[in-house]
């Protein structure tokens, strides 16, 4: 064995002789561990809430979103659905008009943003699975009275389905038979002294509402796409938007680069990421936040493993002396003392992981801390991923390893 080595080990396992250098030896390797261990569950609990909230926004936003390049809307024909639904990796593509209105009911109101789907809209999102409330229909034909000559007239019922924070701002309860009011302005109308002359105004019933997320609970509501068209005074073929859903072995990258090659510059493609910036850009934003302060933290429990090194280095001087006595250099001399830091930060990291992936391992399987019953789900989400153990383990140690080299350069021996 490597004579420092040997050295070293038994300044640190030593049990014949408990010092207070020991002590604050051992308390260093359990902050470092501590240290560690709390940056990788915090940074799995976050990487949980983050797909707990992505899979929100995947149940609203298609994967991949077609808008014109310019202007507001296209026209989708149906040998273009029938392009984009040949695609390969594409396997279902729905239409959506969305626009900005003005709701009111009873004497509450709201402005949303309005949008109307078509019947394939719920197989691309997942938003037929997220009501809290009441059930997912946009549209109903109901008979009405027959005529003098017995032909029954039929009508068609429109339902609005709600985010939480609209539903209840609009004083809506439960699922309602009076109608809400509906009112978009007129396309290229200057503005009118009356409501009839500025706004198309529509009325449809609450249908129920849904739990997302709140950029999404209070801002959107979802209905009919026929219904919508007809307010905003659109062709039948007119839209703001195609949601394309893909097939459950396609990437989204190539799927996108094809239907991008498909349809040329005149129309953008995007993908999750690019439907939601914002939010994104802050996710990513508060990650590399909390790793910072994490990372502060173990920069402070650093600190101990200086003041134990510097103590250990001082209180080790005669047995420094001897080993010069004996012809060994100060460098190596030295390097017992980096040697035995680095035991210290070593075991401190290696334990650190250790608990950190069991505490993490014991809360993604049974779920012990709970988020109360108001949240989307009952315990906190975990995610483990290799790549936090890895920087989590390239931090610390280099954070250590800089300490180390600081007290042994400024201690003398």
């Known amino acids: 064995m490597h004579v420092g080595l040997y050295i070293a080990r038994r300044y640190f396992f030593s049990r014949k002789r408990r010092t207070v250098v020991n002590v604050i030896s051992w308390i260093s390797l359990v902050g470092i561990a501590v240290s560690t261990a709390a940056l990788v569950v915090v940074l799995s609990v976050y990487n949980g809430i983050g797909e707990v909230t992505q899979g929100l926004f995947n149940s609203f936003d298609a994967p991949l979103v077609v808008q014109p390049a310019k202007g507001k809307t296209l026209h989708a024909s149906q040998s273009d659905l029938d392009a984009l639904r040949g695609v390969e990796g594409v396997a279902a593509v729905a239409q959506v008009v969305q626009e900005n209105a003005w709701m009111t009911y009873r004497h509450n109101e709201a402005i949303v943003a309005l949008r109307g789907v078509d019947g394939v809209y719920h197989r691309v999102t997942g938003l037929d699975t997220l009501l809290y409330e009441g059930t997912y229909r946009l549209a109903d034909t109901v008979l009405t009275a027959a005529d003098e000559e017995g032909v029954a007239d039929t009508t068609v019922l429109h339902y609005l389905l709600m985010g939480a924070e609209v539903y209840y701002n609009l004083g809506v309860r439960d699922v309602s038979n009076v109608p809400v009011a509906v009112h978009i302005p007129k396309r290229g109308a200057a503005l009118g002294l009356t409501m009839q002359e500025a706004f198309n105004t529509g009325y449809a019933l609450p249908g129920g509402n849904f739990y997302i997320q709140q950029d999404i609970d209070n801002r959107y ?193």
């Not at 307010?231 to 991008?260: F, H, I, N, S």
């Open 221 to 413: 509501v979802v209905t009919d796409i026929a219904f919508v068209r007809s307010l905003m005074d659109y062709a039948p073929d007119e839209c703001t938007q195609l949601c394309l859903g893909l097939a459950p072995d396609a990437k989204p990258e190539r799927v996108k680069e094809r239907v991008r090659a498909l349809l040329g510059d005149g129309y953008r493609v995007m993908d999750r990421f690019e439907q939601q910036p914002i939010y994104y850009k802050v996710f990513r934003s508060e990650r590399l936040g909390i790793y910072l302060i994490l990372a502060l933290i173990v920069l402070i429990s650093t600190l101990n493993l200086v003041a134990s090194l510097s103590l250990l280095m001082m209180d080790k001087r005669h047995d420094a002396a001897t080993l010069r006595a004996m012809g060994m250099e100060g460098r190596a001399v030295r390097r017992i003392f980096r040697i035995e830091g680095l035991m210290i930060s070593g075991l401190g990291v290696l334990a650190g992981l250790l608990l950190g992936f069991i505490v993490c391992f014991v809360q993604q399987r049974f779920g012990i801390i709970k988020m109360g019953s108001n949240f989307v789900v009952s315990a906190f989400p975990v995610a483990m991923r290799g790549v936090d153990f890895l920087n989590t383990t390239v931090m610390v140690t280099a954070l250590s390893g800089l300490a180390v080299l600081f007290a042994v350069r400024k201690t003398k021996i």
